[in-house]
């Protein structure tokens, strides 16, 4: 305990101050509001070491998380430089690098590039197109045409290709290959590239189908065109008969006409044909008046003979082309005879024989 007036400590069992003679009084020997005041800044203190604590580790999180996005973002310019790298030496990156010299006229350059390209991607068909352009302009019509007919070979459907192929062609007066090019060519668009290059093919006439005679075959085209054609179904592109006038198909059975034309730089047209059926009529039997009987006058004979045919005649024996050729009314002669006639037509068709047997006595 201690004294309220001087705050001494008071001996134990003391009812006065030993110090002031003040009466002793029941006086805690703490003093509150310090103590309190300790006890506030104790918390204080622990607050603030936990608010150091939380601001340390938050600082700390912070550090990691920047940490993480600097790595991230490290690690991602890396990968877009190494992917540039990778996509700049790919077969895209080196067609493009071909395209952007082609361009600049640099045309070895761009063969360059091109040929890497195809080291990645060997039928690459922008790679070949590039070069067959670049080595057209540097007028190397052979290797333009190996890379583009390459080309060509993996796309036909490619109208830059067409348009090339035509142009080293025409370069180097291969006419025949442009033939044969428009031959491959399936889209329309593209076939129009071949305006220039296509020749009208013949006309046959008459038209194919099934005769009985012996018929003309005339052919026509456009002029300053050759014709050829061939009677046997080969091609007359190769060995045709020189056309100048028309002819006559002069055999039995089926016969194939084929015709084409050619103009002149050498470029052929497509092959026409024609089929012909030749069966020819022979002439009905002959008829002839009066009728086979027994006469007692002076009788003269007429035999029908219908057009395109000739009649031959024999007494008794068996007519032929030597015989008699009727050329109007004749005597029936006298006696116990046999009449026999034939009818030949302008195709050369033989009748069968039609006898009469006359008995002329006057």
């Given at each position: ?18 110090v ?24 204080g203190?622990?607050k ?11 600082k ?11 790595a ?22 080196q ?18 590039y ?15 197109i ?10 190397e019509?052979g ?33 025949p ?13 593209i076939?129009?590239?071949?305006a220039?290059?296509?020749v ?20 026509s ?30 055999e039995?059975?089926?016969i194939?006409?084929n015709a ?11 092959k ?13 039997l002959?008829t ?7 006469y ?25 082309a ?9 005597e ?10 034939i009818?030949?037509?302008e ?16």
């Amino acid at each position: 305990m201690r004294c309220k007036k001087c705050g001494a400590k008071l001996k134990a069992g003391c009812v006065y101050c030993s110090v002031c003679g003040e009466a002793a009084q029941m006086v805690p020997d703490y003093n509150l509001e310090e103590d309190y005041l300790k006890f506030l800044l104790q918390e204080g203190g622990k607050k603030k070491s936990i608010r150091k604590k939380e601001e340390s580790s938050e600082k700390k999180k912070k550090r990691i998380y920047l940490g993480l996005v600097i790595a991230a973002l490290t690690a991602t310019i890396i990968f877009l430089i190494g992917l540039f790298f990778v996509q700049d030496q790919s077969y895209d990156g080196q067609v493009k690098k071909a395209e952007r010299s082609y361009g600049k006229k640099e045309y070895d350059k761009a063969a360059m590039y091109a040929k890497k390209a195809l080291k990645r991607n060997a039928g690459g068909i922008k790679a070949h197109i590039i070069l067959g352009k670049c080595y057209l302009e540097k007028g190397e019509i052979g290797t333009a045409k190996e890379y583009l007919e390459y080309a060509f070979s993996i796309s036909n459907s490619n109208i830059e290709i067409c348009r090339l192929l035509i142009e080293v062609y025409e370069a180097d007066r291969d006419y025949p290959s442009i033939t044969k090019l428009y031959s491959k060519v399936k889209k329309k668009e593209i076939k129009k590239l071949f305006a220039d290059y296509m020749v009208e093919t013949p006309k046959i006439e008459p038209k194919g189908g099934t005769y009985d005679e012996y018929p003309d075959i005339t052919l026509s085209a456009e002029n300053g065109l050759t014709i050829y054609y061939t009677l046997d179904g080969s091609n007359p592109k190769a060995g045709g008969i020189l056309y100048e006038e028309p002819f006559s198909l002069e055999e039995e059975g089926e016969i194939e006409v084929n015709a084409i034309c050619v103009d002149k730089r050498g470029i052929f047209s497509s092959k026409v044909t024609q089929n012909y059926t030749i069966q020819l009529n022979i002439p009905d039997l002959p008829t002839a008046t009066p009728e086979s009987g027994t006469y007692i006058q002076a009788t003269q004979i007429t035999i029908d003979v219908p057009e395109n045919c000739r009649a031959y005649y024999a007494w008794n024996s068996t007519p032929n082309a030597n015989a008699s050729r009727y050329t109007g009314p004749f005597e029936m002669i006298q006696g116990n005879n046999v009449l026999s006639i034939i009818l030949v037509n302008e195709n050369g068709q033989t009748s069968g024989i039609q006898k009469y047997n006359y008995i002329y006595m006057p």
